[in-house]
């Protein structure tokens, strides 16, 4: 068998004398969605960092393709919060930044932005864009260097329900023709449920893994799969501390989500 694109063991990182990450090991295979969920101050933001060689100061080892990361390394992209266009550039130069001055003629970003919906705002400027324009251009540009594996640290969680669910699709849909492995930090757990093959859940104080839930569900995903369902409560069973408390609000979680009507995209009528 084949080793893991990502082989992730901290034993210690600290902030002072404060104990954010404790024995925390993990291993990704190319190709997979996984999601690290948990408390607020548990690690999860914390350990992206480390893996894309923004955070240097810890005890363990870091390794994708078997080397360790180093910052701005073409292997690992990474998708924050907020887009972060630089505003003075184009939105074809933002997408090419890592190529240089006028990045923008690259060849790939055209292609780029073709995929993300935006080839014709290319030459714009960063204001002009949406929110939701604004993020497809910066998962854009976290392709740009085509890295084996792309960092996203609640990349959607700024925008509305609608448009993230559009740029759920659209991050799983590009993701899947370039072949890159995807790790994912998120507070929403249907988010976690529906972009993941897993879900790594975190304990707080300080952070470790609480336990994992897969979700072998083939692609394209319904929303509506009851199986999302169950392991949405298998997950909020872990962050419970592995208590059932929470099904006695709601006992039917698992056997009996809510239905909504699927939604039609193309009648919707506003732009992302």
Not at 124 to 142: C, T
Not at 212 to 221: D, F, I, Q, S, Y
Not at 256 to 262: G, K, V
């Amino acid at each position: 068998m084949s080793k893991p694109l990502l082989q992730l063991q901290v034993e210690e990182k600290s902030f002072r004398a404060h104990r954010v990450i404790d024995r925390l090991a993990l291993d990704i295979r190319a190709g997979e969605a996984v999601s690290l969920v948990g408390p607020s101050g548990c690690g999860k933001s914390t350990l992206l960092r480390i893996v894309a060689g923004l955070e240097t100061d810890y005890a363990g080892r870091v390794l994708v393709k078997g080397a360790t990361p180093q910052l701005h390394s073409p292997d690992v992209g990474f998708i924050f919060q907020e887009p972060r266009l630089l505003p003075w550039l184009s939105v074809a130069d933002n997408v090419g930044f890592e190529a240089g001055r006028h990045g923008g003629r690259h060849p790939r970003v055209r292609e780029l932005l073709a995929e993300v919906g935006l080839a014709a705002f290319a030459d714009a400027w960063p204001k002009q864009l949406s929110g939701g324009m604004a993020q497809r251009a910066a998962i854009a540009r976290g392709l740009f260097t085509q890295p084996a594996l792309l960092l996203l640290d609640e990349p959607f969680s700024a925008v509305d329900a609608f448009t993230r669910m559009r740029l759920q699709d659209l991050l799983l849909s590009v993701a899947a023709h370039h072949g890159t492995t995807l790790l994912l930090v998120t507070h929403d757990i249907d988010e976690a449920a529906y972009l993941s093959d897993r879900i790594v859940v975190m304990d707080s104080g300080p952070g470790r893994i609480a336990g994992e839930v897969a979700v072998a569900l083939p692609r394209p995903r319904d929303r509506r799969n009851p199986a999302l369902a169950r392991a949405e409560a298998e997950v909020l069973t872990l962050l419970n501390g592995g208590q059932q408390d929470y099904l006695d609000i709601a006992p039917d979680i698992a056997a009996a989500p809510p239905t909504p009507a699927p939604l039609n995209w193309s009648t919707l009528g506003f732009a992302v």
